[in-house]
Structure formats: structure tokens, C-alpha cells
Nanobody, 114 residues
Framework: VQLQASGGGLVQAGGSLRLSCAAS????????MGWFRQAPGKQRELVST???????DYADSVKGRFTISRDNAKNTVYLQMNSLKPEDTAVYYC?????????WGQGTLVTVSS
């Protein structure tokens, strides 16, 4: 399984970005999909997850600002990020859980300027 993430970039505080991550290869039944992020000098942290049925979970720091969604037919997960803050600056990694294995994307950089 390969994951291709896109949508990162430079945005001013208060702006929006939409990340996408498409899975390809030997795709079976994907369970959880989601996003982690890692800021410089910090540990990787969970941002948001979504189950196959559409149940979502968010880190407290992004609740009300970020929205995760998925298109099961396209094996793609999205992260709509609104009201971005400088502390959201990080490399964002998508992942999928398929048959108990986690697969990771290459990361996409999000930079929020103040």
C-alpha cells in the first residue's frame, strides 16, 4: 500500500488548507484513516482519525477548526484545516490501518505564518 499526500503549503494565520491522501496498491478493507503531525523539535502527535463508518476523533488543539473526511470509493482521506494558527506548523503525515497494519505517507509540510 502506498500513500500519496498533497495540499500542504504556506498560509497566513487565519487561513485554510485542505490536505488529501490517496492510497493505492494492494488495497483491501481499510479501517481507520487519519493524520498525525510533527512540529520541529516535537514528537509526532495525532491530529485526527476517521473510521470506515465515518466516526471521527480530533486532538483537542484542532477541534472546531479541522474536519476530517474520507471517500472510501477513492481510498482517500482529507483534512480541511481552517483558522490555522502558527502552532499548526508541522509536517503532516497520513496513515491508513488495513488488516491491522499501519501504512504511512511521506508527509506534507504546512507552514502558518503569523
Amino acid at each position: 500500500v502506498q500513500l500519496q499526500a498533497s495540499g500542504g503549503g504556506l498560509v497566513q494565520a487565519g487561513g485554510s488548507l485542505r490536505l488529501s491522501c490517496a492510497a493505492s496498491g494492494r488495497i483491501g478493507s481499510i479501517n481507520h484513516m487519519g493524520w498525525f503531525r510533527q512540529a520541529p523539535g516535537k514528537q509526532r502527535e495525532l491530529v485526527s482519525t476517521i473510521t470506515r463508518g465515518g466516526n471521527t476523533d480530533y486532538a483537542d488543539s484542532v477541534k472546531g477548526r479541522f474536519t476530517i473526511s474520507r471517500d472510501n470509493a477513492k481510498n482517500t482521506v482529507y483534512l480541511q484545516m481552517n483558522s490555522l494558527k502558527p502552532e499548526d506548523t508541522a509536517v503532516y503525515y497520513c496513515y491508513v490501518d488495513q488488516a491491522g497494519y499501519d501504512y504511512w505517507g511521506q508527509g506534507t509540510l504546512v507552514t502558518v505564518s503569523s
